[in-house]
């Protein structure tokens, strides 16, 4: 299954790490384009802003350092500070860490929230509750409640035909599936690395010795001979069947997929940009998906759980995320994709701002720092303030629904609409949580 | 036996009290019963209310009321006169109000006829002191206030917390008498009352208006804080049991039925809490149902329950709606046992005509597949086509029983279910290997159920010593242990009870820490690797009810408390509870998970959700499946050859007409996607290829993998379950983009249907004339000849292409692409 993935990202725990391959591992909702054109109609209809607005989502699984990235404190004590010192960004004021130079020159086109706390300090619950806007009231083997890239998917769809609407790469995270919205709003797990040479979504291209005109000609054969009686099945199972029949052999022929995917169209020199790896390869496809019409990407960007070696571990990982944020924000303001498209980057909780004996960090959810770009969201600014020691917040103190909440008005969902659970217990989209008011405006 | 399904049979007739009522002709002529409900009333107090239900009930010529014709309800029709209007006045829509105390008479007229109820208005003046916990905690859950959306929730509202649905009255007191400064009750000024002034509205309020000044519930509420607020006493009478009524209703298509909720408290009196009741419908399509207790019918047809919940009771009305008139042929079907005699009643009520029988071939891969998750061979098709035996149905079912993959197949079901888990650790895998040996084991030696359950539930020991001690691996702390058994073994999900009292049900949170108690003292260290659990029973621990703090005595659900010895494993007394025969839920359990396997629909759905609000669709057929399984010792083999003799299970999926739209009365086979291992094992077998699973040795089958952890896109694609939960829902059998992907276009398919040591390969080294292949891969992929249109159709494509072999590639796999292949139909 997900082996083809290589590494994985190693957690403290020691659960498995495997992507969670969900079984549907699909964005594709059963809407079709004209279901979802009439929607939008229906919505311009009522008054409603119609929004064709995307969200690309970071996801730091692990737990990134906050002190050692957004929210410095050079004036902490030695066992607080750490080894980075913070350097100047191109917005006066707001410092961020000299591993993130390329990051502070677009300082511009992106905010710091350095005051978002919560409870919770374990990797599978925290991760639960920032994925979905819930806490979960039990163990979580997987969603108990569906991801926001679910909700997005189900209530917004694709927003071109022939795409899918919600894609996770190289995999889906745990905790980003669908839960009750049924798995037809699970993510479209990509599957593959995108820094591979050899990198192409699964069965999206012809396999070897199967040419389209053969496909073509064995889709007629299989509609001549494929006669049970859809009427046998009132489930409607059948029917979607054949809706992703449909689908697939629209990928596998539309031009715009195909397209969409293929990483290898891409300016090469543009490439070299974002950087030649993991992570910066997938925000670049990350990118070009948004721009084809997917409306929820989720980057699986881990491995932030440094309990040993915090800064060797960061000496390493931060200058490979630099280097594709600062070109992914440079990239997409050029394209004018910043307006409709919000960017939100975050893991599951900060880290303890005392450095532990094996010059590591530990999980900290007290204080984490939050970034968000786009959206046609006020930029070039950071919110809110940690106290002294990074432990808690000192000024203007958020939660993750705060944060989400920012993001689905963004998106034009109605937070309050409901959902009915497996008990039928009737679900808010999000239960709490306010637009954050100085980047809404 | 006592067995509580037999009580819903009781519901299927009409129970009405008895009181005047005559007899009246209906328009159509037909003779009519006018009935009243309730035909003697007590009001009690000046707030007390009675809603009257008027009915038409159909008679037989033998003066009978008529089970199976619809009734007509008249009461919003009806036209009511009260004898004495200054004692007891009635509403055009049937609501009883009271105004001195001495009786009256109401009369209601319809269709001609006329029905009265007796009233009596008895302490209008003089009202008890009003209870709490009986009058007032029932208003916060009709306006929702104590709902988990609003106060009810964990954090409350604004600083004002109820408990959730009214479970806790003592806690509700507290916070409302005791908290904020008494500001919310005020029996100085009652109408200053934060309560009043925020339900109504008059101070501003989140929640908007909830109760009008002018409703009864608002004078109820200004009285009892003008009564001093009082908590009441442990005198008060205790809410016994509510009781709907009707307990089952026939009803035809757009029509309406009141129901009337009525309580039942421990000094006798009763009282209509209709208007303060919550209501459901399991099946909107069939009866919906509004606030008031108004159910309406629309176009659907077929039966559904009604729940009524108030103040934690639980009561339903059974509604069924027939088809306006028996629809279509009613085929001629063989006698089949027991089984069709019970679901053809319910056909017969239902004027649904069922479908005809399946032809064999169809019968012969229907069974394979649910049977042993193996399609038969070309061979077997045309052995059993050609078989001249009359009986030949049920020897070749006899046959598939005695084969080796039952053992496997029934492995992979009970493996998913008891979340036998590698995980990703290496140390994992000695345990799976052992425990799936055991269940494999268990399968082939037919082992009684209730030992295969006691086996695992009582489990102890080493893995070497016991492999199913594997089991409390995953399951491994309290809440699983209580969920885990209580959902896989007794269909019953109780999780909600553990933090409140279970909204649809009975169970409180006594019952579940009760239940939980039996695994109370389960001690556990690591065996040979930390990975692997040795389970013992300590000498002590106990479980406590969070919210009373008392100490909490094993008893099984609506068991009797258990007697356990201080050396005696309390497990194994809840496996002893669990298989008595008295025991309603064990049996009913195992057959309907099992009915749903074979027949793609729970009797009970879904399968493992049995509450009394969530009544089987066939309560006879559920009790003697459950009977016949304790006669015959919970032998399970005994219990898939009763279900796949049956008739019923042999219907073709074709739909007729009639039945169409049926989805819960087996009048026709529902088609169901074939499970993921299922699927790939057939796309191998119709290929004449292996599927290689990594460290497994050559040949092995994907009913055959002893855990999760065995990678294949394939599986994983197609909904093979992590194993994570006992829940059969993990495992989706719905369609996806991945899926299709895979089966359309991807490499591993490509290179089974084209693969040089295949099925393929071999037909055309043989240099078999076209006929024969065509004969050949239709038996081995679609277990039947082809019809001649398709004949006709793929030999005019195979002609078509330049390379034969290529267009017999492309046959086959257009064909594992047909919904008639990926569909056990």
């Not at chain 2, 052992?434 to 159920?449: D, L």
């Amino acid at each position: 299954m997900l082996s083809v993935l290589g590494d994985r990202y190693a957690k403290c725990d020691g659960t498995s790490r495997r992507g969670f391959l969900q079984a549907g591992v699909l964005g594709l909702t059963g809407l079709t384009m004209a279901d979802v054109l009439r929607s939008r109609a229906a919505q311009a209809a009522s008054g409603k802003p119609v929004k064709d607005t995307s969200v690309i989502l970071i996801w730091k699984g692990g737990g990134p350092s906050h002190l050692d990235t957004w929210d410095l404190k050079p004036a902490a004590p030695a066992e607080f500070r750490g080894d980075f010192q913070p350097i100047a960004s191109s917005v006066p004021g707001i410092d961020v860490c000299e591993l993130l130079p390329q990051s502070a020159a677009q300082m511009d086109k992106f905010a710091i929230v350095r005051s978002v706390t919560h409870p919770d300090a374990g990797h599978e619950s925290a991760s639960h509750y920032l994925l979905t806007g819930y806490k979960p009231t039990n163990d979580i083997p997987s969603n108990e409640m569906p991801s926001y890239g679910s909700v997005t998917a189900k209530e917004r769809g694709p927003r071109r035909p022939g795409l899918p609407a919600y894609v996770a790469l190289p995999q889906a995270p745990r905790s980003s599936a669908a839960a009750y919205l049924g798995v037809a709003y699970n993510p479209f797990s990509v599957g593959a690395d995108p820094s591979q040479n050899n990198f192409s979504v699964r069965n999206l291209t012809l396999p070897n010795g199967l040419s389209l005109s053969r496909l073509d000609s064995r889709r007629a054969l299989l509609k001549s001979i494929d006669t049970l009686r859809r009427e046998s099945d009132q489930s409607g199972l059948m029917e979607g069947l054949d809706a992703f029949t449909q689908k697939a052999f629209e990928m596998v022929t539309s031009p715009a997929a195909q397209r969409a995917f293929a990483l290898d169209r891409e300016d090469a020199e543009l490439r070299d940009r974002y950087g030649r790896n993991k992570m910066g390869q997938s925000l670049l496809l990350a990118r070009r998906l948004v721009e084809a019409g997917v409306t929820f990407v989720t980057v699986d960007a881990g491995g932030w759980d440094t309990h040993a070696n915090n800064f060797e571990s960061l000496r390493k990982k931060l200058p490979e995320f630099d280097q594709g944020w600062g070109t992914l924000m440079a990239d997409m303001a050029a394209r004018g994709l910043l307006e409709n498209t919000l960017v939100l980057v975050w893991g599951e909780f900060g880290r303890t701002p005392r450095i532990n004996t094996n010059a590591g960090r530990d999980h900290w959810p007290g204080a984490m720092s939050v970034v968000l770009a786009g959206g046609g969201l006020q930029m070039g600014q950071a919110i809110g303030q940690s106290d002294a020691k990074a432990e808690y917040p000192k000024e203007r103190p958020l939660v993750p629904e705060d944060i989400l909440s920012t993001m689905y008005h963004v998106l034009g969902i109605d937070q309050e609409k409901e959902y009915y659970n497996d008990a039928e217990r009737p679900i808010k989209i999000l239960g709490t949580g306010s637009p954050i008011k100085e980047l809404v405006g | 036996m006592p067995m509580r399904w037999s009580a819903w049979l009781a519901m299927l007739v009409w129970a009405f009290a008895a009181g005047p009522s005559h007899a009246a002709n209906s328009p159509a002529g037909a003779e009519q019963l006018l009935h009243i409900e309730p035909a003697a009333i007590v009001l009690e107090g000046s707030e007390a209310r009675q809603r009257l239900a008027v009915v038409a009930m159909p008679m037989t010529a033998a003066g009978k009321v008529d089970p199976a014709t619809p009734t007509t309800d008249c009461t919003l029709a009806a036209k009511y006169v009260s004898s004495a209007p200054g004692v007891a006045s009635v509403s055009a829509d049937g609501i009883v109000t009271p105004h001195a105390d001495r009786t009256a008479t109401i009369e209601a007229r319809a269709l001609g006829s006329v029905a009265r109820a007796q009233v009596t208005v008895d302490r209008f003046a003089q009202p008890r002191a009003i209870s709490f916990r009986n009058q007032i905690v029932p208003i916060f859950s009709r306006y929702g206030c104590n709902s988990g959306g609003c106060h009810g929730k964990q954090a409350g509202q604004n600083g004002f917390k109820l408990s959730l649905l009214g479970f806790d009255p003592q806690f509700d007191y507290g916070a409302l008498v005791k908290e904020a400064r008494g500001r919310r009750v005020f029996p100085a000024a009652p109408e200053q009352s934060l309560l009043l002034l925020k339900a109504s509205a008059s101070v501003p309020h989140g929640g908007g208006l909830r109760i009008k000044r002018d409703s009864p519930e608002y004078s109820l509420l200004r009285r009892w804080i003008e009564q001093g607020a009082l908590a009441g006493s442990a005198d008060d009478p205790q809410l016994m049991r509510i009781k709907v009524w009707p307990q089952a209703a026939v009803m035809a298509r757009h029509a309406q039925q009141r129901v009337i909720v009525r309580a039942e408290y421990s000094d006798g009196h009763t009282r209509d809490v209709t208007h303060e009741a919550q209501f459901k419908s399991n099946a909107p399509q069939v009866a919906g149902v509004d606030d008031e207790g108004q159910v309406t019918t629309d176009d659907g047809t077929g039966d559904t329950a009604v729940m009524a919940r108030y103040l934690g009771h639980v009561d339903v009305c059974r509604i069924m709606v027939p088809l306006a008139s028996a629809g279509g042929q009613w085929p001629k079907l063989p006698a089949g046992n027991y089984v069709d005699r019970l679901v053809e009643a319910k056909w017969k009520q239902l004027k649904l005509a069922p479908s005809p029988l399946c032809d064999d071939a169809t019968f012969l891969r229907r069974v394979f597949l649910d049977t042993i998750g193996t399609l038969p061979t070309p061979e077997e098709v045309r052995e059993f086509l050609a078989d001249t035996n009359p009986h030949k149905r049920a020897a070749w079912i006899d046959r598939v029983l005695a084969r080796n993959e039952y053992a496997d197949f029934w492995t992979a079901k009970w493996g998913e279910l008891l979340r036998n888990k590698r995980r990703t650790g290496r140390e994992a895998q000695r345990g799976t290997y052992a425990f799936h040996a055991w269940i494999r084991n268990a399968f082939a030696s037919n082992m009684p159920y209730d030992r295969f359950v006691r086996g695992i539930v009582a489990a102890q020991g080493t893995v070497d010593q016991h492999p199913p001690v594997i089991w409390y691996r995953e399951v491994r702390n309290l809440v699983h242990q209580t969920n885990d058994t209580a959902q896989l073994f007794l269909g019953t999900r109780i999780n909600c009870a553990q933090c409140h009292h279970h909204p649809y049900e009975k169970w409180s949170q006594d019952d579940y820490y009760q239940f939980q108690a039996f695994f109370a003292r389960l001690g556990r260290k690591s065996g040979e690797s930390a990975a692997e659990p040795a389970i013992y029973v300590r000498p002590d621990g106990e479980v406590f009810q969070p919210v009373t703090r008392q100490l909490m005595q094993p008893r099984g659900l609506d068991g009797p408390p258990v007697v356990v010895g201080d050396d005696e494993d309390r497990r194994q007394k809840l496996v002893d509870w669990m298989a008595e025969p008295s025991n309603p839920m064990f049996a009913a359990a195992i057959c309907n998970r099992y009915w749903a396997h074979f027949l793609g629909r729970g009797l009970v759905e879904p399968l493992d959700d049995m509450r009394v609000t969530n009544p089987p669709s066939n309560p006879p057929l559920m009790s003697a499946l459950a009977e016949d399984l304790l006669k015959h010792h919970f032998d399970l083999k005994h219990l898939v050859r009763t279900i796949l003799n049956s008739t019923t299970y042999q219907l073709a999926s074709d739909p007729t007409a009639a039945n169409i739209d049926d989805e819960q009365n087996y009048a026709r086979a529902y088609p169901r996607r074939v499970m993921a291992e299922v699927i790939l094992d057939a796309v191998s077998q119709v290929t004449g290829t292996v599927e290689n699973f990594g460290g497994l040795p050559k040949g092995t089958r994907a009913i055959q993998l002893p855990d999760e952890s065995i990678g294949s896109y394939f599986l994983d694609v197609f909904g093979r379950p992590q194993r994570e939960t006992a829940c059969e829902c993990e495992r989706p059998r719905e369609a996806n983009l991945a899926q299709a992907l895979h089966m359309l276009n991807s490499v591993e398919l490509q290179s089974k249907v084209s693969a040089g040591d295949g099925r393929i390969a071999k037909l055309m080294k043989d240099k078999k004339p076209s006929d024969e292949v065509l004969d050949e891969l239709y038996l081995a992929a679609l277990s039947r000849y082809p019809r001649a249109d398709e004949r006709r159709t793929v030999l005019a494509y195979v002609a078509a292409q330049p390379n034969p072999r290529l267009a017999w590639e492309d046959l086959v796999w257009a064909m594992v692409n047909t919904k008639e292949f990926l569909f056990n139909h």
